[in-house]
């Protein structure tokens, strides 16, 4: 118990009475004071204290952490190396003449209305097929070319006026293939 001046009076008047036992006058509840060494700053927080985040939460929040930071990782790698080919590579490199023929089950009349490039490469995939029919050794890419430019004449020489429109460019392709052998 502790004692304090009385605000009328000015006696002693303890801090757990009402009113000053000398004079009457009402007195303050004085909250008893606590000695300074007990105090700690746990028993008067500053500021309150935030929600603690559930461990779910926690975790979830570290993994999409980690998720974005792998794809930012694998973006910066694609990125670098696509910057670092060498421009050649990112060239399309043009094909070969031997190569993109798609009128194997074509009709004459697609034929005609194609490109001397695709018609090129499919004589010579028919040149080639006939060859191994024939059993004869296929030859290296370049002596190949003459014969697949001289099937791919004689095939669009057969539809002059559209008359074979109809008729499937293999069968047309196999009748020059047998004539150009005579």
């Given at each position: 118990?502790?004692?304090?001046?009385?605000?009328?009076?000015?006696?002693?008047?303890?801090?757990?009475?009402?009113?000053?036992?000398?004079?009457?006058?009402?007195?303050?509840?004085?909250?008893?004071?606590?000695?300074?060494?007990?105090?700690?700053?746990?028993?008067?927080?500053?500021?309150?204290?935030?929600?603690?985040?559930?461990?779910?939460?926690?975790?979830?929040?570290?993994?999409?952490?980690?998720?974005?930071?792998?794809?930012?990782?694998?973006?910066?790698?694609?990125?670098?190396?696509?910057?670092?080919?060498?421009?050649?590579?990112?060239?399309?490199?043009?094909k070969p003449w031997y190569s993109g023929g798609t009128l194997h089950a074509a009709k004459m009349s697609e034929w005609s209305g194609s490109s001397y490039a695709n018609r090129l490469a499919t004589s010579a995939d028919f040149v080639t097929k006939m060859m191994q029919r024939d059993g004869k050794t296929i030859p290296p890419v370049d002596h190949i070319r003459p014969l697949a430019e001289t099937l791919e004449r004689n095939i669009s020489a057969a539809n002059t006026d559209g008359v074979a429109d109809s008729q499937d460019v293999a069968t047309i392709a196999a009748t020059c293939w047998i004539l150009m052998k005579q």
């Amino acid at each position: 118990m502790a004692l304090v001046k009385c605000r009328e009076c000015g006696n002693q008047v303890s801090t757990e009475a009402t009113a000053c036992p000398h004079c009457g006058a009402p007195q303050r509840a004085v909250p008893p004071l606590i000695p300074r060494t007990a105090v700690t700053h746990h028993a008067l927080p500053l500021r309150p204290q935030k929600k603690r985040v559930g461990v779910f939460s926690g975790c979830l929040i570290v993994f999409l952490s980690l998720v974005a930071i792998g794809a930012i990782v694998a973006i910066m790698q694609t990125t670098r190396e696509t910057s670092s080919a060498p421009s050649s590579a990112l060239a399309p490199q043009p094909k070969p003449w031997y190569s993109g023929g798609t009128l194997h089950a074509a009709k004459m009349s697609e034929w005609s209305g194609s490109s001397y490039a695709n018609r090129l490469a499919t004589s010579a995939d028919f040149v080639t097929k006939m060859m191994q029919r024939d059993g004869k050794t296929i030859p290296p890419v370049d002596h190949i070319r003459p014969l697949a430019e001289t099937l791919e004449r004689n095939i669009s020489a057969a539809n002059t006026d559209g008359v074979a429109d109809s008729q499937d460019v293999a069968t047309i392709a196999a009748t020059c293939w047998i004539l150009m052998k005579q």
